[in-house]
């Protein structure tokens, strides 16, 4: 298909949407577009529709207010009327195809939403990527990419204390100053120095992450997490802290876990799980607490409670009626983080025995 034809189809989907005359495909087509050039992946799904409703308001106001605004009298032609709104469809259309050729724009949407190709469910989501926002004290950004490459710039002003994000259906590795390697799983949080000073290493986490601090016998590595403090000199664990307690399993090494006046010691394959009473040390499920950090989902065991939650941070997803499914119900297996949301649910609704639907980033349980 040529460009100019590509144009022309463009136009009269863009018309038409502009006009509320699309099927439900074409206008999913239209707003999967829109999205695929906006400037803030980590804007919250009803702020986005929000913005779409309003570009699309003031779209077909100018396409409405060209045509009013031609004096009766001179009694247009129809076929000047048609080659009004088809420039204003035409700069639009170039915008777009400007915006999406510009290398500096090419931001990932994360977990994408796709077309079904096995007719199964009204669409499909893409499973979620490298990706991170980096800011520093003075409220500076920049977005890291998947491809390890930065979006603008340079980070030679990333200096002091640095907040590392990942959002849902994100995740990310970086090399701290002293070697130390941190993969933060989706939805977490990062507060670390560019550089380590004084007599320890000190950072600040939210959500998931895996350590491998690197060994520095006169400056202990310690880890804030919400009431507690995680403490190595060189090690290989896990900290989950996305709910109210905090499991941290230890991978080889030796971890000291401190929170609220109470202490307890981690030796290799043991994890520690710390509430707001006591810290309970038992034997890790290792395979499965860092399962996440090889690209795997390794459900040992798992409830559908905890299957849910690592879905939604995964593909941004939610659970309209997660009750549905028994608390009791357990599941056992291993599904690749690379699959789409329609594989992982096939494989949910053979185990269940229950028809899953996707509409949007809604999932629904029949």
Not at 40 to 58: F, Y
Request: charged residues 25%; contains cysteine; aromatic residues 8%.
């Amino acid at each position: 298909m040529t460009e100019d034809n590509q144009r022309e189809q463009a136009q009269k989907l863009l018309k038409k949407y502009l006009k509320g005359e699309c099927n439900a495909d074409e206008e999913r087509l239209v707003t999967e577009w829109f999205f695929s050039f906006d400037n803030e992946p980590i804007l919250p799904m009803e702020e986005k529709e929000a913005v779409l409703g309003r570009s699309k308001n003031a779209l077909l106001h100018k396409f409405e207010g060209e045509i009013n605004t031609i004096k009766p009298a001179r009694k247009l032609c129809t076929w000047k009327r048609m080659a009004i709104a088809a420039s204003i469809l035409f700069a639009l259309t170039t915008t777009v195809i400007l915006l999406k050729q510009k290398p500096t724009s090419t931001l990932p949407q994360l977990a994408a939403i796709t077309a079904d190709t096995s007719g199964m469910f009204k669409n499909d989501i893409l499973p979620g990527e490298r990706f991170a926002k980096l800011s520093n004290e003075t409220g500076a950004t920049q977005l890291l990419r998947k491809d390890n490459k930065l979006e603008n710039g340079t980070l030679a002003e990333f200096k002091g204390n640095l907040t590392l994000e990942v959002p849902a259906a994100g995740t990310y590795s970086i090399v701290l100053s002293d070697g130390t390697t941190v993969w933060l799983n989706a939805a977490s949080k990062l507060e670390y120095p560019d550089q380590f000073a004084g007599n320890e290493r000190k950072v600040k986490l939210v959500g998931e992450a895996f350590f491998q601090v690197a060994k520095d016998a006169s400056k202990p590595f310690r880890i804030e997490v919400e009431n507690s403090v995680i403490e190595v000199l060189g090690t290989s664990f896990n900290v989950n802290a996305y709910q109210k307690e905090i499991n941290t399993s230890l991978v080889e090494g030796r971890v000291k876990i401190m929170s609220q006046g109470h202490e307890a010691y981690l030796t290799p394959g043991n994890e520690a799980i710390v509430s707001a009473e006591k810290i309970r040390v038992q034997p890790a499920d290792l395979q499965k607490n860092t399962a996440w950090q090889r690209g795997e989902f390794l459900l040992d065991g798992s409830s559908f409670e905890e299957i849910v939650s690592q879905i939604s941070r995964w593909y941004n997803v939610d659970f309209v009626n997660a009750e549905e499914i028994t608390p009791s119900y357990r599941f056992r297996g291993t599904l690749s983080r690379e699959s789409r949301l329609s594989e992982v649910l096939k494989i949910l609704s053979y185990t269940t025995n229950r028809k899953f639907e996707i509409d949007g980033r809604h999932i629904s349980i029949r």
